[in-house]
């Protein structure tokens, strides 16, 4: 079974003491490619270190995260733009908007989630959305776009059914990760109702881990549970769920 994690943090701190062996782990449990999603600045070394491990497997995004967008961003939204003109780059993400921790930066929030997706258009890259209580907020700053110039996942999808249909019409896919093994994780509950060819499968490691290991470290080789409640959900074997949402993600990333 060959699957993609269209969305982990395999850089940050959290796997310092174990970063090759948590690799080896994922792609020996099928793991055949990961999409590395930036935060800010700060990681961009991590990041090509992490790409020069196993440059066959490793895919890296670019752009600033919306809970990075503080006093500085104008700078950071310099340095993606230095890097998307580079090239090299499978992506522009992850960016968006993020009202949970801090609204005192909405504002740049929205201008820098604007920018990065013109860029995205510019350089015919898809975008990866982080949205966390912003709904209505990330579907306005869309909407300024024409959808069909756009292309990319909504990561870590949480939202209601509606939610996730106003994002399909967007021409995005949704991101399903761990939240959809939680007993209130809710999205279960509608999930196989939307068309399977929209969804892709993630981990966001180190975050939200599926359960059994709920609260513990996430990892990319937890990507089989998550392909497990998918499949269990749709009645369909895991293997398919495998091939299906792994091509749905090489089709809009170009893998």
Request: charged residues 25%; hydrophobic residues 45%; glycine residues 6%.
């Amino acid at each position: 079974m060959s699957m993609i994690d269209s969305h982990t943090h395999l850089y940050v701190e959290q796997f310092d003491e174990d970063r090759a062996i948590v690799l080896q782990r994922a792609i020996d449990q099928g793991i055949s490619d990961f999409l590395i999603p930036a935060i800010d600045s700060s990681y961009m070394k991590r990041m090509k270190e992490l790409k020069a491990m196993a440059p066959e497997h490793i895919h890296l995004m670019m752009g600033l995260h919306p809970t990075h967008v503080k006093e500085n961003y104008i700078e950071e939204l310099s340095w993606v733009a230095a890097e998307l003109a580079k090239g090299g780059y499978c992506g522009v993400g992850e960016i968006g908007i993020d009202l949970f921790w801090d609204k005192s930066y909405l504002k740049q929030q929205r201008e820098a989630f604007a920018q990065q997706i013109q860029w995205s258009i510019d350089y015919q890259l898809p975008i990866a959305i982080h949205c966390r209580e912003a709904f209505d907020e990330v579907f306005a700053v869309l909407d300024d776009f024409n959808c069909s110039q756009i292309s990319g996942i909504f990561h870590c999808f949480t939202g209601t059914k509606a939610d996730a249909m106003k994002a399909i019409e967007r021409n995005l896919l949704l991101g399903i990760g761990g939240v959809v093994t939680f007993k209130n994780g809710k999205i279960d509950q509608f999930l196989a109702e939307l068309p399977i060819e929209k969804l892709v499968l993630e981990t966001d490691a180190p975050y939200l881990a599926p359960a059994p290991h709920r609260g513990k470290r996430n990892e990319s080789a937890f990507l089989t549970l998550v392909a497990e409640k998918v499949a269990s959900l749709y009645q369909l074997p895991t293997m398919q769920v495998a091939e299906i949402t792994s091509a749905n993600l090489r089709r809009v990333f170009s893998l």
